[in-house]
């Protein structure tokens, strides 16, 4: 059941116009606690007033907004991308249309369509994964590939680090072999940082790196994100040329 609280004297506080969330049959402590954290989220309202699929679109959205990363005609690949608020950014932001789609997501979650979009379902993880994308971006290199994956947590904060740190590898292994030069790899990370010879590598590739945390992340979650920026290319790296931004 969900109710609001009401102040006394007859007027209403920012606190107590919140909505709580009464403990229900069958309902869980932190189920009802997620609830009430969703049902009083601000981006949650705005992502539904706005047309998106998740808060998590203005994540991007705002780093974005902050770094710049999409341009009119970019071919982009969204990695993890459900539900797809990732993706419905990235098609507006780039003009991609359902005629000449520049975006393509892949996740193992069903999605429903989304314009201008080519939506992959299947795990990343698994061997013939990148093949399918580079043969649904019909020969063309990407601008931006961005990954907002995430293994389910284990509760085991050693055990969870490995696990995102792998997700992280073979997302830049795929972003090195389909980037066009100057550009740009984004990837999920969690408290703890980057590994220190992942990030070493991302160095040598790309221009400039860094972390960066946006207003829409919550300040109790312990995400991140790596922005690495200005592709190199594989070959051409110039020593000493890196610069790290933490």
Known sequence: ?????LGTG???????????????????VSSTKWLQRQLNDPYVARARAEGYRSRAAFKIKEMDEKYK?????????????????WSQVAAKATGSTDAKPLVVGIDYLEMDPIPGV???KKDFTEEDAPAMLIEAMGGHKAD?????????TTGHRGTDHIRIIHLIEIAAAFALDVLAPNGVFIAK??????????????????????????PSSRSDSAEAYLIARGFKGSNDTVPGEEEYDR
Request: hydrophobic residues 40%; aromatic residues 6%.
């Open 189 to 214: 990370v969690f408290q703890g940082g980057t590994e220190h010879e992942l990030l070493h590598m991302l160095k040598r590739h790309f221009k400039t790196t860094m972390h960066a945390k946006p």
């Open 69 to 85: 990363f999409f341009r009119k005609g970019m071919h982009i690949v969204d990695l993890g991308a459900a539900p797809g608020g």
């Open 144 to 152: 931006v590939v961005m990954s907002d994956m995430a293994w389910p």
């Open 118 to 120: 080519i939506l992959l």
């Open 1 to 5: 059941m969900v109710d609001k609280a």
């Open 10 to 28: 007859g007027r209403k506080s920012d606190k107590d116009l919140k909505i709580r969330v009464k403990s229900g049959k069958g309902r869980t």
